[in-house]
């Protein structure tokens, strides 16, 4: 008993020094982010606490250290990489957003029948069994997810279909599919990302309001390079129920986990 009380009391230890952290590098180096929606899993889920490293491509107007930057409201330095999972705002409602990086500038991005295409070349995706997850209602906002199984009760087990996409370039992540879609947002006309601009997805493919869809319907649209926050690296931890205190929640298998 008493090991399991010192496990306890060393993982509220982490938490509080986690938080610690936090509160004094947010205007510095990195900034605390919870993960609000399940528009990435299975890479993150919701309730995952995530440090956002906000000079992992220099300065920006929105990453800068108390807002003084050298070159205001421009990126320098180094360019994003395709594959990299970044902090936006959105380019309308200025809300903080996290997807995956799949567009440069100049490229040219197409989803048919649910297979992602850049300049051409296929993202080949190889089967990766399903991801399971509880049906019930998650994190904050009370959301609860699309399931492949279809109409699943509560406390039933909600399945998706897993497969593992490889970009150009070599950087592989699994990506979900609830349905095949005859429309949107499994098939999309071809997008060519404008100049100074960047194409994201979610890896939930079919729960993600992101770059297919344009900002006059809601959506993310291309989104500005002075508009990126900066790069997530890591899970620091996680937690399933509705607030952090509920310790019982905590998933310790994520502590820690760094993300691909």
Same mark, same amino acid.
């Given at each position: 008993?008493?090991?399991?009380?010192?496990?306890?009391?060393? =993982?509220?230890? /982490?938490?509080?020094?986690?938080?610690?952290?936090?509160?004094? *590098?947010?205007?510095?180096?990195?900034?605390?982010?919870?993960?609000?929606?399940?528009?990435?899993?299975?890479?993150l889920l919701i309730g995952d606490?995530?440090?956002?490293?906000?000079?992992?491509?220099?300065?920006?107007?929105?990453?800068?250290?108390?807002?003084?930057?050298?070159?205001?409201?421009?990126?320098?330095?180094?360019?994003?990489?395709?594959?990299?999972?970044?902090?936006?705002?959105?380019?309308? /409602?200025? /809300?903080?957003?996290?997807?995956?990086?799949?567009?440069?500038p100049g490229d040219k991005i197409?989803?048919?029948?649910?297979?992602?295409?850049?300049?051409?070349?296929?993202?080949?995706?190889?089967?990766?069994?399903?991801?399971?997850?509880?049906?019930?209602?998650?994190?904050? *906002?009370? /959301?609860?997810?699309?399931?492949?199984?279809?109409?699943?009760?509560?406390?039933?087990?909600?399945?998706?279909?897993?497969?593992?996409?490889?970009?150009?370039?070599?950087?592989?992540?699994?990506?979900?599919?609830?349905?095949?879609?005859?429309?949107?947002?499994?098939? =999309?006309?071809?997008?060519?990302?404008?100049?100074?601009?960047?194409?994201?997805?979610?890896?939930?493919?079919?729960?993600?309001?992101?770059?297919?869809?344009?900002?006059? #319907?809601?959506?993310?649209?291309?989104?500005?390079?002075? %508009?990126? %926050?900066?790069?997530?690296?890591?899970?620091?931890?996680? #937690?399933?129920?509705?607030? %952090?205190?509920?310790?019982?929640?905590?998933?310790?298998?994520?502590?820690?986990?760094?993300?691909?």
């Amino acid at each position: 008993m008493a090991e399991k009380n010192d496990g306890i009391l060393e =993982t509220i230890k /982490t938490i509080f020094w986690a938080l610690l952290i936090a509160g004094v *590098f947010r205007s510095l180096f990195f900034q605390p982010f919870f993960i609000p929606t399940g528009s990435m899993k299975d890479t993150l889920l919701i309730g995952d606490f995530v440090f956002v490293n906000k000079m992992a491509y220099g300065y920006s107007k929105w990453s800068c250290p108390f807002g003084m930057c050298p070159i205001p409201g421009r990126i320098l330095d180094r360019a994003p990489e395709r594959g990299d999972i970044i902090v936006f705002k959105h380019p309308v /409602t200025k /809300t903080d957003y996290v997807k995956r990086l799949i567009g440069l500038p100049g490229d040219k991005i197409q989803v048919q029948n649910g297979v992602l295409s850049i300049n051409g070349e296929v993202a080949q995706q190889v089967p990766a069994g399903v991801f399971e997850e509880v049906f019930e209602r998650q994190g904050s *906002f009370g /959301t609860v997810p699309k399931c492949a199984n279809g109409a699943v009760g509560e406390g039933a087990i909600c399945v998706k279909d897993r497969a593992t996409e490889t970009l150009p370039g070599g950087v592989s992540h699994d990506v979900l599919n609830v349905e095949d879609y005859p429309g949107m947002p499994d098939n =999309t006309g071809v997008f060519t990302v404008p100049e100074g601009n960047y194409f994201f997805m979610g890896d939930n493919r079919d729960n993600s309001t992101d770059s297919r869809f344009p900002q006059s #319907a809601g959506g993310v649209g291309f989104v500005p390079e002075e %508009l990126l %926050l900066g790069r997530v690296d890591r899970v620091m931890f996680s #937690a399933a129920g509705k607030r %952090l205190v509920y310790f019982w929640t905590w998933r310790a298998d994520r502590f820690f986990k760094k993300v691909e």
